[in-house]
């Protein structure tokens, strides 16, 4: 397990050192002028590699699935840096003076998009374990001039916040990755008020499929080995607690797996 979630961390470390090759005097290390096809064919989508079985069409991936983009304004490089299935923030129903948690937050984009949302009397965590990502984050949180944002090294299986402190926790195509999903949801619902929420975009898979035959159509960093089915996603959400559980499909990344938007509550 340590060995799939340190080849995850050096496929998201490449990522932000590719993204970062576009920012002049960026702490991150880099050489390679940036645009998102050099992300997406040097780190790949989702973190995997251009060319995996079950990357699929760039379309897929990435942050051609966020609307309006241009009109948030936001770091060209934390637009860059999105390697996800989909756009978390656009289902969250996000409102003034909430508390927001994004788990694998990488570059920083559905912070940045929360902050905005949630207004200066709100706050946004974003987790991710890869000091990269991490440097670049805090990069564009300072162009972005985001005061209500915060970044924190740690694992999504492990959340370095207390008990009943957030609202909302978003995440884009990270649960996935995770070598140890029913602690992810069990620490979701750990964190979560009474009543609190969660909406993510990751890959599901089709109830037909045996892991064997996710594994066949792509690599575990590539957001496709380790994905969950509908059932078994369902289930670990309901063995943590979770109720109002909904599983939405949005499009096809590979042979009977899908993106999906998957929302839950924490009873009141």
């Given at each position: 397990m340590s060995d799939l979630r340190e080849e995850v961390r050096e496929r998201y470390a490449e990522a932000a050192k590719a993204v970062a090759g576009s920012q002049p005097g960026s702490a991150i290390a880099a050489t390679d002028a940036v645009t998102s096809d050099v992300v997406l064919d040097q780190a790949g989508c989702c973190g995997g590699t251009a060319g995996d079985v079950g990357c699929g069409e760039q379309s897929t991936w990435g942050s051609v699935l966020y609307e309006g983009l241009a009109s948030e304004k936001l770091p060209d490089e934390a637009v860059l840096a999105s390697l996800g299935c989909g756009n978390?923030?656009?289902?969250?129903?996000?409102?003034?003076?909430?508390?927001?948690l994004d788990l694998g937050s990488g570059g920083g984009i559905d912070v940045l998009l929360s902050a905005k949302r949630v207004g200066p009397a709100g706050k946004v965590y974003g987790l991710d374990m890869t000091d990269e990502m991490l440097a670049l984050a805090n990069e564009n949180k300072e162009k972005a001039g985001a005061t209500n944002v915060e970044f924190l090294k740690g694992y999504i299986e492990d959340i370095p916040l207390p008990a009943d402190s957030i609202d909302v926790i978003v995440s884009n195509c990270v649960?996935?990755?995770?070598?140890?999903?029913p602690k992810v949801m069990q620490e979701m619902f750990r964190v979560l008020k009474r009543g609190g929420?969660?909406?993510?975009?990751?890959?599901?898979?089709?109830?037909?499929?045996?892991?064997?035959?996710?594994?066949?159509?792509?690599?575990?960093?590539?957001?496709i080995a380790g994905a969950l089915s509908f059932s078994e996603y369902r289930a670990g959400l309901e063995a943590a607690g979770f109720t109002d559980i909904s599983i939405t499909t949005t499009h096809d990344v590979a042979d009977e797996m899908y993106s999906a938007i998957v929302k839950a509550h924490k009873p009141l």
């Open positions: 978390p923030t656009a289902v969250a129903d996000l409102r003034e003076g909430e508390t927001v649960i996935n990755l995770s070598v140890d999903k929420r969660i909406g993510v975009s990751d890959v599901v898979a089709d109830d037909s499929l045996s892991p064997d035959q996710r594994a066949e159509r792509g690599t575990f960093y590539g957001c």
